[in-house]
C-alpha cells in the first residue's frame, strides 16, 4: 500500500508516519523542506522515540518528495497512492491543492482516493477539498474523498542527534469521520472511525488546544519559556483549569459528553501539559496567533458558544484572548502582525479585525470590559 503524506514535520514523522508504517504502508514524504528531504532518501528510514521510555520504532519504507522542485514527481505520487495525508498547517493547505488536483487528474479506474487532513482545525479535509475544487472540474473532484479528523499527540520541536528522528509523547488519538469514504476506510492501525466527527473535534480543539494556548500566551506574559515552567507555576494551571471548565461546560451542553468522564479527560490533559520528559517552548504551542485569535479556532469559538448556550461571559476565556492579544514574538510572522495591528486599533480593534466581529457582539463587549 502507498501513502503520500504532505508535511514531514513533527507530527507528520512522528505521528501520521508512525501508524502509516505500522499498517504496512509505504510512505512519500512530501515537504518543501530540502534538508528533511535529503536525509529522507538518503537514509530511507528514521526513529521515533517514545518520551519517558526507552522504547523507540525504526520507521523505513519511506522517501521524500521536494515538491518545490520536483511537481512532476508529486503528481505522479499521488496519482499512484491509496491513501492521502496531510500535517502542513492549516494556512498551507491551499497551497498544496495543486499538487493534488493534478494528482487526480491522473487516476483512472481506481478506487476513489482517501484524502485526509490532520490539521489542528474544524473542517480541515473539507477546506482542502474546496480549495482543489477550485482548480478542477467535478469531475476529477469526483475521484476523491475528503473525510474530516482529529489528531492528538503532542510533538514538540525536535532537537536530536540525527535530523529525522523524533521524540513524542506515547499518548495519541486519531479520529476520522467515516461518513462515505467510497474506496472503503484505509485500515491504518490506530484510526478511530466515527459517524460524525464534530463533537470530537470540538471536544479535542476547545481542551487539548484551548488549555495549550492559555498556558502558552499566560506562560509569555510571565516570561516563561517552556510548557513545562508555566506548568510549574500553580497560578497558571489554576487559570488553564479554569478555562477548561468554561469549554467543559459547553461540550457538554452541546454534546452531551458525561460531566465526569470530562473532568477525566480535562485531568488528563493537564498531565500531559505537565510531562516532565517533554521539552516543549511556549513559542510554539502559541504560534500563529492571528489564526488562534480567528473566529472558529480555540479561543472565541468556545468564547461565544459559552455565552450563548451557558448564558454567562467565560471570564477565563476572555483573560486568555486578552493574554493572546498581547503576545509578542519577533520570530513569529503573525505575532509580528499583531503587534503592528494591537499599536494601530488598539487589542479590542485588532480583535474585531481577525475575527471580523464588531461591537454589537458580546464577546467584543465582554473583552472590551475586561480590558
Ligand atoms: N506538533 C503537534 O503537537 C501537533 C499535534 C496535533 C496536530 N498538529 C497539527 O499538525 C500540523 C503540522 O504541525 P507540526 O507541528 O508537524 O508542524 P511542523 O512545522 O513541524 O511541520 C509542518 C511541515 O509542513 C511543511 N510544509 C510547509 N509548507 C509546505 C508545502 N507548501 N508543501 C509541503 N509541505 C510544507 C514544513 O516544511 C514542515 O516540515 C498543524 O496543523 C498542527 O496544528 C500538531
Ligand atoms: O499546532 P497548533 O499551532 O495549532 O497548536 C499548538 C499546540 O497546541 C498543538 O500542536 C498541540 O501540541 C497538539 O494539538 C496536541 O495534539
Not at 519517558?52 to 520536483?70: A, H, Q
Not at 521524540?167 to 461518513?179: A, C, N, T
Not at 519577533?330 to 494601530?344: H, N, W, Y
Request: glycine share 8%; net charge negative.
Amino acid at each position: 500500500m502507498k501513502a503520500v503524506h504532505f508535511g514531514a514535520g513533527n507530527i507528520g514523522r512522528g505521528f501520521i508516519g508512525e501508524l502509516l508504517y505500522k499498517s504496512g504502508y509505504s510512505t512519500t514524504f512530501v515537504d518543501v523542506n530540502a534538508e528533511i528531504i535529503e536525509a529522507l532518501n538518503d537514509e530511507k528510514e528514521y526513529t521515533v522515540h517514545y518520551a519517558g521510555s526507552d522504547e523507540k520504532l525504526k520507521v523505513t519504507r519511506v522517501r521524500g518528495i521536494d515538491s518545490s522542485k520536483d511537481s512532476a514527481a508529486v503528481t505522479e505520487a499521488v496519482q499512484e497512492a491509496d491513501l492521502v495525508t496531510t500535517a502542513v498547517g492549516p494556512n498551507v493547505l491551499p497551497l498544496i491543492a495543486t499538487a493534488i488536483a493534478e494528482g487526480l487528474k491522473g487516476r483512472t479506474g481506481q478506487e476513489p482516493l482517501t484524502i485526509i487532513a490532520c490539521e489542528n482545525m474544524i473542517g480541515g479535509s473539507t477546506l482542502l477539498k474546496e480549495e482543489v475544487s477550485k482548480l478542477t472540474e467535478e469531475e476529477v473532484l469526483e475521484k476523491a474523498d475528503f473525510p474530516d479528523s482529529a489528531v492528538d499527540r503532542i510533538v514538540p520541536i525536535q532537537h536530536n542527534e540525527k535530523l529525522l528522528d523524533v521524540s513524542v509523547e506515547p499518548y495519541f488519538e486519531w479520529i476520522v469521520e467515516e461518513g462515505d469514504i467510497r474506496g472503503g476506510k484505509p485500515p491504518v492501525e490506530g484510526i478511530t472511525y466515527v459517524d460524525h466527527l464534530e463533537p470530537y473535534i470540538e471536544r479535542k480543539l476547545f481542551s487539548v488546544n484551548t488549555g495549550h494556548a492559555a498556558t502558552a500566551y499566560k506562560g509569555a506574559r510571565k516570561g516563561y519559556e517552556t510548557i513545562r515552567e508555566a506548568m510549574d507555576d500553580e497560578t497558571i494551571v489554576r487559570h488553564v483549569r479554569s478555562t477548561l471548565k468554561e469549554t467543559g461546560d459547553v461540550l457538554v451542553e452541546r454534546y452531551g459528553f458525561d460531566r465526569y468522564d470530562h473532568e477525566k479527560y480535562i485531568d488528563k490533559i493537564i498531565e500531559r501539559f505537565k510531562n516532565p520528559d517533554l521539552s516543549d517552548f511556549v513559542t510554539r504551542v502559541g504560534r500563529g496567533p492571528i489564526r488562534k485569535l480567528g473566529i472558529e479556532d480555540r479561543l472565541v469559538r468556545p468564547a461565544r458558544a459559552h455565552l450563548e448556550i451557558v448564558g454567562r461571559e467565560p471570564e477565563y476565556l476572555v483573560d486568555t484572548i486578552i493574554a493572546a492579544l498581547s503576545y509578542e514574538n519577533p520570530e513569529d510572522e503573525e505575532a509580528v502582525k499583531l503587534k503592528a495591528l494591537r499599536e494601530e486599533r488598539g487589542p479590542v480593534g485588532a480583535l474585531k479585525e481577525i475575527t471580523g466581529l464588531d461591537d454589537s457582539e458580546p464577546l467584543i463587549q465582554a473583552v472590551a470590559k475586561r480590558i
